[in-house]
Nanobody, 119 residues
Framework: QVQVVESGGGLVQPGGSLTLSCVAS????????MGWDRQAPGKQRELVAT???????DYGDSVKGRFTISGDTAKNTAYLQMNSLKPEDTAVYYC?????????????WGQGTQVTVSS
Protein backbone atom coordinates (compact mmCIF):
# COMPACT_ATOMS: atom_id res chain seq x y z
CA GLN A 1 0.00 0.00 0.00
CA VAL A 2 1.17 3.50 -0.86
CA GLN A 3 -0.15 6.75 0.55
CA VAL A 4 0.44 10.33 -0.51
CA VAL A 5 -0.60 12.95 2.03
CA GLU A 6 -0.54 16.73 1.67
CA SER A 7 -0.51 19.26 4.49
CA GLY A 8 -0.08 22.97 5.04
CA GLY A 9 -3.05 24.52 3.28
CA GLY A 10 -5.11 27.30 4.78
CA LEU A 11 -6.20 30.90 4.53
CA VAL A 12 -3.65 33.59 3.74
CA GLN A 13 -3.86 37.25 2.77
CA PRO A 14 -2.83 38.46 -0.69
CA GLY A 15 0.92 38.93 -0.81
CA GLY A 16 1.45 36.37 1.91
CA SER A 17 3.26 33.05 1.93
CA LEU A 18 2.39 29.45 2.61
CA THR A 19 4.31 26.18 2.49
CA LEU A 20 2.74 22.88 1.47
CA SER A 21 4.26 19.51 2.31
CA CYS A 22 3.69 16.16 0.64
CA VAL A 23 4.80 12.84 2.09
CA ALA A 24 4.74 9.48 0.34
CA SER A 25 4.76 6.36 2.47
CA UNK A 26 4.32 2.61 2.16
CA UNK A 27 6.04 -0.13 0.21
CA UNK A 28 8.09 2.19 -1.99
CA UNK A 29 11.03 1.01 -4.07
CA UNK A 30 11.76 4.43 -5.54
CA UNK A 31 10.16 7.74 -6.47
CA UNK A 32 10.77 9.18 -9.93
CA UNK A 33 9.17 12.56 -9.35
CA MET A 34 6.71 14.45 -7.18
CA GLY A 35 4.69 17.57 -7.68
CA TRP A 36 1.46 19.50 -7.39
CA ASP A 37 -1.50 20.27 -9.57
CA ARG A 38 -4.29 22.61 -8.55
CA GLN A 39 -7.92 23.07 -9.40
CA ALA A 40 -9.93 26.20 -8.79
CA PRO A 41 -13.74 26.24 -8.90
CA GLY A 42 -14.96 26.30 -12.48
CA LYS A 43 -11.46 25.99 -13.92
CA GLN A 44 -9.41 23.20 -15.44
CA ARG A 45 -6.82 21.42 -13.38
CA GLU A 46 -3.37 22.87 -14.02
CA LEU A 47 0.25 22.01 -13.33
CA VAL A 48 1.83 23.93 -10.47
CA ALA A 49 5.28 22.40 -10.06
CA THR A 50 7.21 19.16 -10.33
CA UNK A 51 10.58 17.91 -9.10
CA UNK A 52 12.44 14.80 -10.22
CA UNK A 53 14.52 12.56 -7.98
CA UNK A 54 17.69 14.21 -9.30
CA UNK A 55 16.39 17.69 -8.55
CA UNK A 56 15.13 18.93 -11.91
CA UNK A 57 12.15 21.24 -11.52
CA ASP A 58 9.37 22.54 -13.71
CA TYR A 59 6.69 25.17 -13.04
CA GLY A 60 3.42 26.29 -14.48
CA ASP A 61 3.64 29.70 -16.14
CA SER A 62 1.28 31.31 -13.62
CA VAL A 63 3.53 30.50 -10.63
CA LYS A 64 7.03 30.94 -12.06
CA GLY A 65 9.11 33.27 -9.93
CA ARG A 66 6.72 33.03 -6.97
CA PHE A 67 6.61 29.33 -6.06
CA THR A 68 9.54 27.05 -5.31
CA ILE A 69 9.41 23.26 -5.14
CA SER A 70 12.02 21.29 -3.22
CA GLY A 71 12.43 17.70 -2.14
CA ASP A 72 13.95 15.49 0.50
CA THR A 73 14.51 12.10 -1.13
CA ALA A 74 15.50 10.45 2.15
CA LYS A 75 12.11 11.36 3.60
CA ASN A 76 10.05 10.83 0.42
CA THR A 77 8.85 14.38 0.92
CA ALA A 78 8.32 17.38 -1.34
CA TYR A 79 7.68 20.97 -0.33
CA LEU A 80 6.01 23.82 -2.17
CA GLN A 81 6.99 27.27 -0.94
CA MET A 82 4.39 29.76 -2.20
CA ASN A 83 5.24 33.47 -2.01
CA SER A 84 3.48 36.61 -3.21
CA LEU A 85 0.18 34.77 -3.19
CA LYS A 86 -2.69 36.16 -5.25
CA PRO A 87 -6.45 35.56 -4.99
CA GLU A 88 -6.22 33.62 -8.25
CA ASP A 89 -3.97 31.08 -6.49
CA THR A 90 -7.03 29.99 -4.52
CA ALA A 91 -7.60 26.32 -5.33
CA VAL A 92 -7.40 22.79 -4.05
CA TYR A 93 -3.78 21.69 -4.37
CA TYR A 94 -3.18 18.02 -5.13
CA CYS A 95 0.15 16.31 -4.61
CA UNK A 96 1.23 13.39 -6.73
CA UNK A 97 4.20 11.04 -6.74
CA UNK A 98 5.39 8.69 -9.47
CA UNK A 99 6.27 5.68 -7.37
CA UNK A 100 7.79 2.31 -8.18
CA UNK A 101 6.55 -0.60 -6.07
CA UNK A 102 6.72 -4.36 -6.55
CA UNK A 103 3.85 -4.05 -9.07
CA UNK A 104 5.49 -1.39 -11.24
CA UNK A 105 5.47 2.40 -11.55
CA UNK A 106 2.28 4.40 -11.09
CA UNK A 107 1.15 7.88 -10.17
CA UNK A 108 -0.33 8.19 -6.69
CA TRP A 109 -2.40 11.22 -5.66
CA GLY A 110 -3.22 12.80 -2.35
CA GLN A 111 -6.69 13.92 -1.32
CA GLY A 112 -5.90 17.60 -1.79
CA THR A 113 -5.47 20.58 0.51
CA GLN A 114 -7.38 23.86 0.22
CA VAL A 115 -5.45 27.09 -0.24
CA THR A 116 -7.50 30.28 0.01
CA VAL A 117 -5.98 33.69 -0.70
CA SER A 118 -8.28 36.41 0.52
CA SER A 119 -8.31 39.56 2.59
Amino acid sequence: QVQVVESGGGLVQPGGSLTLSCVASGSIYSIYDMGWDRQAPGKQRELVATITSDGNTDYGDSVKGRFTISGDTAKNTAYLQMNSLKPEDTAVYYCYAAITTHTGTNDYWGQGTQVTVSS
